[in-house]
Nanobody, 123 residues
Framework: QLQASGGGLVQVGGSLRLSCAAS????????MGWFRQAPGKEREFVAG????????YYAEPVKGRFTISRDNAKNTVYLQMKSLKPEDTAVYYC??????????????????WGQGTQVTVSS
């Protein structure tokens, strides 16, 4: 089970840190990813991280602004978001995937999803 939190309302240029806590599974055995879905749009890949946390992957629109990390001792994956833009407004989801799928951008590779947390960036 994955539980995402940390969303909210922020002004353009602001920052937020999302967290996703895992329970009921061996967290360190899974690759993790963050996705987002804006109204009327498909769910899209934002960032991914491998089991150990030493390999990370980003979608082009967030490179240089977002940072994914994980703490396997706390069973938690994070998404630090900076320099937020209105186009970052979406529901953000965390997801778990088999280790061989680390960084994969397709939603079908992820077999467990959190409930989503809303991020709204106001201009």
């Amino acid at each position: 089970q994955l539980q995402a939190s940390g969303g909210g309302l922020v002004q353009v240029g602001g920052s937020l840190r999302l967290s996703c806590a895992a329970s009921g599974r061996t967290f360190s055995g899974y690759a993790m990813g963050w996705f987002r879905q804006a109204p009327g749009k498909e769910r899209e890949f934002v960032a991914g991280i491998n089991r150990s946390g030493d390999r990370v992957y980003y979608a082009e629109p967030v490179k240089g602004r977002f940072t994914i990390s994980r703490d396997n001792a706390k069973n938690t994956v994070y998404l630090q978001m900076k320099s937020l833009k209105p186009e970052d407004t979406a529901v953000y989801y965390c997801a778990a995937a088999p280790p061989w799928a680390a960084g994969n951008r397709g939603t079908s590779f992820y077999d467990s999803w959190g409930q989503g947390t809303q991020v709204t960036v106001s201009s």
